[in-house]
Every structure is written in structure tokens, then in C-alpha cells.
């Protein structure tokens, strides 16, 4: 097998997550995934990086942002096949990395970063564009609400994971990773039918990125057919999302903070090591309760020195 021309079974073999059928949305695990498969197939062979291809995605994201921006029913179209080029991109870098063993925390970082800037692009496009298109300033700000919400949403779990890493490198204690515990990936949940979750469980995938994905998919359908009602619809979507994702961002933060929820995780995820003992002469730290004396990767021990460049 040549690393540089593998066969499509090879690549399967390899670069597919595991569960990746069942873990993740629809589109990720329907269409995405399994097509994603042929660009990688293509991007070794033309010697394509992991990284090119996340800047590929970040760059396809936004031209679609800008497409949509500027109005025009044509480009609103092409703006919408950009951002599902994005989504597949979005895929076919981490096949790359996994294929060619370049995965990396440094890729992962780039590829949660332009999540970020990809979705507050479309956001304030979608508002932007109508002000293009009506001429009427109010849409502006609308499209401004939406960035804001969908921004508050996605940050929602990044600025958890960074408090745990301020307790970690501020913490005196050394901490093992309780593997089994907390926020494992999982199949997505069934639509509540009961109490408030099953109002508000639509209304959280309506803000999701496949969803508006697919919605923005429709409204594209609708611009081939019928000008006017793709117009309606545009707006008949927007004003609702501009009040919906900041409600449900500011919600979701409220809830978190009331029910310690970050804290609750935090010790599900990491246990401090009880009982230790010295090594045998040379200084080393070792836990009692530490499972079949694992490798040190399952040990965080906070240095002087993360401590030290650890912002107030």
C-alpha cells in the first residue's frame, strides 16, 4: 500500500471515526462522512495538507458569507453551495490528518477557531444581505442578534473546557483523568415530548450549524422558483433567529451558572489523586489509586511555571 495512492477501501479502513454513523448530526453522518471519503481519496494523492484543506473550508465559508451578504438572489444561491463545500471540507481535513498521522491538538485548535469566525460571518450576513437587498438599515442589527446568539452558543462549552485548564494550571493539586465520566460524544437524544425541553429542544437545533444549513438549503430552492416567496421567507426566518439565539444563548449561560454546572463536570472529568507516595529515590510523585500504574498521560500535574503564566 502506497501512503500517497491508497485505495478508497484503504482509506475507509482508516480515516472513518469510529461510530462515525452514529455519533454527530444527520448531515455529518449521512452525507458528509461518507462523500468526504472521495476528496480525501483526491487530496493525498495531489499532496493536499490537513491544514490547507481547514483554510480551504474557512475560505469557501466565508465567500459563501459574502455571497450571501450581498443580496443578489444569484449569488444567495452560490453562497449556499459555498457553505455546503465548506461543511464537506470541514471533514475531508480531518480524514487527511488521520490518514497521513499529522492530527494534532495545533489542527484541532484551527479547526474549532474557524467554526467560530465561519458562523459569525453567516450570521451577520444573513441580516447584512437583507439591508443589501431592501435597502431598509433595520436588517443590519438583526443579522448582528443572530451572529451574537449563534457566537454565545458555540462558546458555550469552548469557555468551560478553558475554565477547567485555569483550574488545572492554578491548581497545587496533581489530578488523574477519570475516563468514563462527563460529556463523552454520544448518538444525538430523542426529541423530548415532554415539559419545557420539548419546546425548547427545536428551538436549540434550529440554531445548529446542519440545520441552518439545511434551511438555508430550502430558502436557496425557493430562489430558483419564486423569487418573491424567497424573499418572504428570508425574512420570515431571520427575525424569529434574531430573537431566538440570543434568548436561548443568555439562557443556556444562566443555567449553567445556577446549576454549578461546569464545576459538576469539572469533577466528573478530573479526580485529584488522594494517596501519594515518593518513587523510589528519585523524587517522583506516585498515587496509590492509580489504575494499573498507567503512563503518565492520565496524570495532569500543574508546573510552577503554567501557574506562573497563568493570567490573574
Not at 89 to 104: C, F, K, N
Not at 203 to 213: G, I, N, Q, S, W
Not at 235 to 264: D, H, N, Q, W, Y
Request: charged share 20%; net charge positive.
Amino acid at each position: 500500500m502506497s501512503a500517497d495512492r491508497p485505495s478508497l477501501a484503504q482509506l475507509r479502513a482508516v480515516v472513518q471515526k469510529g461510530r462515525h454513523r452514529e455519533i454527530g448530526n444527520w448531515l455529518a453522518r449521512r452525507v458528509a462522512r461518507p462523500s468526504a471519503v472521495y476528496g480525501t481519496w483526491l487530496a493525498v494523492r495531489l499532496g493536499i495538507t490537513a491544514n490547507q484543506a481547514t483554510l480551504a473550508s474557512l475560505a469557501a465559508s466565508l465567500g459563501g458569507a459574502v455571497a450571501i451578504g450581498s443580496g443578489d438572489r444569484v449569488a444567495f444561491v452560490a453562497g449556499v453551495g459555498l457553505c455546503h463545500l465548506a461543511f464537506w471540507l470541514d471533514h475531508v481535513d480531518g480524514q487527511i490528518a488521520r490518514w497521513r498521522g499529522t492530527a494534532s491538538l495545533d489542527g484541532v485548535y484551527c479547526d474549532y477557531l474557524m467554526h467560530h469566525v465561519a458562523n459569525l460571518a453567516l450570521g451577520f450576513a444573513l441580516g447584512f444581505g437583507l439591508a443589501e437587498r431592501t435597502g431598509g438599515l433595520f436588517w443590519a442589527p438583526v443579522g448582528f442578534a443572530i451572529a451574537a446568539g449563534w457566537a454565545v452558543l458555540s462558546l458555550h462549552n469552548d469557555c468551560r473546557y478553558k475554565a477547567f485548564f485555569q483550574r488545572l494550571k492554578s491548581s497545587p493539586e496533581n489530578y488523574r483523568v477519570d475516563g468514563g465520566a462527563g460529556g463523552r460524544p454520544a448518538p444525538p437524544p430523542a426529541w423530548p415530548r415532554r415539559g419545557r425541553a420539548a419546546i425548547t429542544y427545536p428551538l436549540y437545533k434550529a440554531c445548529e450549524p446542519h440545520v441552518v444549513l439545511l434551511g438555508l438549503t430550502g430558502l436557496a430552492a425557493l430562489a430558483l422558483a419564486d423569487p418573491r416567496a424567497w424573499e418572504a421567507c428570508w425574512k420570515a426566518c431571520s427575525l424569529p433567529m434574531a430573537v431566538i439565539a440570543p434568548l436561548l444563548g443568555a439562557a443556556r449561560v444562566a443555567r449553567s451558572v445556577s446549576r454549578r454546572s461546569t464545576e459538576a463536570e469539572f469533577r466528573a472529568w478530573f479526580r485529584p489523586i488522594g494517596e501519594f507516595v515518593a518513587g523510589a529515590g528519585d523524587g517522583n510523585v506516585v498515587s496509590r489509586h492509580r489504575p494499573l500504574d498507567m503512563a503518565g498521560d492520565d496524570v495532569v500535574s500543574p508546573t510552577a511555571e503554567d501557574r506562573s503564566n497563568e493570567a490573574a
